[in-house]
């Protein structure tokens, strides 16, 4: 199958630098390895509480800031779910294959919906298997996410085998997908088991106020977060009253270990600074945070203060951005359109081709 990423991230507000370095920073790595299919996920931001002026004002903010970390929208497609509606029609269609069961497992939803799942809106139970749709409505082969979606990124690979199996001999009979090895037997199957791309020193970013927490849109401390529209002030002071410890750093990554506050200041600087733990303790072992705390606040302003300029120009000019999205989305919909139609021939829907 052709190699293709895509990936997604929802403009629920507060975008922040997990989300910069877990998954933003990477999909601007990717784009020199393989054709990209960068979205922001409005139907996604839909399933919790949301106000409209907002929603669409958190959109032009995460494709600001696609653009301003670097993201090519010409040469790769960045676009808005909504305006492609295959993602819908495919989230149907995995809803009749993913079962009850599957979806329970999510700790996200878990999270999410917590002791009052009863009040949950439908969407964020069945979120999973739109962001299966979101994937496969262009067969992505590779989809970089931070380390919370890999859960997700499983049953999208669950999803993805049982149409293959279920649907095998009606995928051969018309020709289409391909063979497939899937445990001991082959099968025809017509969307790929897409491999997640997670990893690095900064797939889990960290609370600034609590090691143990991942840094979140939704949690109620701002001190908790950088977040991309930070101008270099704000950055100092928030990494400035970010909890650490009262001990020197470790000269190995080995004695981070139980430090949970200094091993996420350590995987912060590693992943700015295109390195990893083991080189940042290499240059700050044996120093404080007196001296390691303005090292990090120089690189981290250095790297996101232009990030942060180009976001705000680019925010300054929504017809600028609603056009890339629009143009985005053409393009995304010349993808998935035929991949759509073969789908809903498969299932037996009739007139699905024209
Ligand atoms: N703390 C994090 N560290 C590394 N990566 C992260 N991601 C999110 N948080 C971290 C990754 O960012 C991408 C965007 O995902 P999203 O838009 O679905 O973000 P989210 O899950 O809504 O963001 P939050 O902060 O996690 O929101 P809440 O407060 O709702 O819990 C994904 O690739 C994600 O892995």
Redesign the pocket.
Known sequence: MTPRVF??????G??????Y????KRFVELQGEMECVYCV?DM?AIT?PFEPAELDRNIRE?TAAFLAAGIDPKAHIVFNQSQVKEHAELAWIFNCIARMGWLRRMT?FK??AGKRAEEASVGVFAYPSLMAADILAYRATHV??????KQHLELTRDIAAKFNHDFSARISELGLGEDMEMGDETVRGYFPLTEPI?GGP??????LRDGTK??????PSDLS?IVMTDDSDAIAKKFKKAKSDAEVLPETVEGLEGRPEADNLVGIYAALADTDRAAVLAEFGGQGFGAFKPALIELAVEKLAPINREMRKLMDDPAHIDAVLADGSQRARAIAEPILADVKAIVGFVGARG
Do not use: F, W, Y
Not at 14 to 19: A, E, F, K
Not at 144 to 149: C, H, N, S
Not at 202 to 207: G, L
């Open positions: 990936s997604g991230i929802q403009p629920t507060n975008l922040h630098l997990g989300n370095l877990g998954a933003i996920v996604h919790m995460v996200q999270e999410k970089p996410v931070g380390e919370d979606q997670i900064a797939a889990r970013v960290m609370s991942k840094m979140s849109k939704s949690d977060r």
